[in-house]
């Protein structure tokens, strides 16, 4: 058993949980007795109950119950409302009775009797001098050494319920079809794969696609996205590093968000933004690899969940690419990619699956937090043809298709964004 100095008092601590506490704002930007939230998240490969479980600090406890899936993240505020009202979205769990005191103090994880997790702040406890105000405090390490080594200061309010603990022990390999892709008008894929589509155009196209790309499609963890890409974007000329979507820079698989604390490291940019549609971690869209890049982190806070749009300033740190308030420009030789990928998940999710909302394509930048949709479809189409599909964006696809079994119709053809979107546009 380890003990830590806790208020004068030895507490005996466990060495080691699959349950952690991940994530605290406990000094929030308006009134922390609404704002204030605490995250869990199971880093093992097994389910866990939280039966017998609490959290506690020097002057409340709170009690768990449920279980939590391999990567599943719990998030518990002190109101519905006020944690909606940063994040335009629930937290698993509301009435949290804990202080967290702006002055120092400490939050406890226990198994019944055992303390199996702690964190503090601001020297409650001795040696823990971490302190953020207006930010959230997160656990930025994938080993849990009991020491404020693990932690680190968030660059804003946190992003709740997507925790990065880089998990390398319950990864896998999801089986899915072969098959060439085809640049031209002919059909592509894999012998047969779209025999249902053929002689159909316009919304009947569309919703037949629709079906087809749900085929076979596995469910993955957001952890297994880590070791997906990791395959899918290798860098041919260096099978250490992977390439960055944005910035096209080749780098190290390992130096990744929740490893290091650097805006230069790479993390999972979901290019159709997840707060538009699909917030949780346990819904489709949110671990689809087919729209899920390696970014670089700084790149992927620019971008943020701007719609995809021509125009706006180079953006400093990789200026062939745009911004402005409201939109980004990818550099050139992705943005038929950024196009497909939006294609792909306009036509894969159109409120057919239990947890996902039907997203669709709008002709403006009006999206916003909390809607299933994205613009500009016209610019999006037009980038489809300006840089049409290339060896590097075939072989990204199989790799793809095999971890999660299904296929993106638009980069096997093309041509059939013309023939569903085309008139929108004329």
Request: hydrophobic fraction near 30%; include cysteine.
């Amino acid at each position: 058993m380890k003990n830590l100095l806790l208020a004068g008092a030895l507490l005996p601590f466990a060495v080691s949980s699959q349950v952690l506490i991940t994530e605290v704002f406990y000094d929030t930007p308006g009134n922390d007795s609404v704002e204030e939230w605490i995250e869990l998240t199971n880093v093992g490969c097994t389910e866990q109950s939280l039966a017998g479980w609490s959290i506690r600090d020097n002057s409340a406890t709170y009690y768990l119950n449920g279980t939590l899936a391999p990567n599943q993240s719990y998030v518990i505020a002190r109101s519905a409302s006020g944690f909606e009202s940063l994040y335009a979205a629930q937290p698993d769990a509301s009435g949290l009775t804990l202080a967290l005191g702006n002055s120092g103090d400490y939050v406890q994880l226990r198994d019944t009797n055992s303390t199996v997790d702690m964190v503090a702040w601001e020297n409650k406890v001795s040696g823990w001098n971490i302190a953020a105000k207006y930010k959230t405090i997160y656990r930025n390490s994938p080993t849990d050494t009991d020491s404020v080594d693990d932690w680190a200061v968030h660059s804003g309010y946190g992003v709740p319920g997507d925790y990065d603990y880089p998990d390398t022990s319950c990864g896998g390999n999801g089986g899915g079809d072969g098959g060439g892709t085809n640049p031209g008008g002919e059909v592509g894929g894999p012998d047969g794969y779209y025999d249902d589509a053929s002689g159909l155009t316009g919304q009947a196209l569309k919703a037949k696609l629709g079906e087809i790309a749900a085929r076979g499609h596995t469910q993955l963890t957001y952890s297994q996205v880590w070791d997906a890409l990791s395959y899918s974007d290798e860098d041919p000329n260096n099978p250490n590093n992977v390439i960055l979507f944005y910035t096209g820079r080749s780098q190290d698989k390992g130096y990744r968000s929740g490893v290091y604390n650097d805006g230069d490291a790479w993390n999972r940019e979901h290019s159709w933004p997840k707060s538009l549609g699909f917030p949780s971690k346990s819904q489709w869209g949110y671990t689809d690899v087919h729209h899920l890049r390696p970014t670089d982190a700084s790149m992927n806070s620019t971008r943020g969940n701007k719609d995809y749009d021509n125009g706006g300033s180079p953006v400093s740190e990789s200026p062939d690419n745009k911004t402005d308030s409201n939109s980004f420009e990818p550099r050139d030789a992705v943005k038929g990619d950024a196009a497909r990928m939006m294609f792909y998940m306009a036509v894969r999710y159109e409120g057919n699956d239990a947890n996902m909302p039907d997203l669709y394509l709008v002709n403006d930048t009006s999206s916003n937090t909390g809607t299933p949709k994205l613009g500009v479809l016209c610019t999006l189409l037009a980038w489809n043809s300006q840089d049409p599909v290339d060896d590097w964006e075939r072989r990204r696809h199989e790799r793809n298709a095999e971890w999660q079994g299904n296929r993106n119709p638009f980069i096997d053809n093309a041509q059939w964004v013309d023939e569903i979107y085309g008139a929108s546009c004329n």
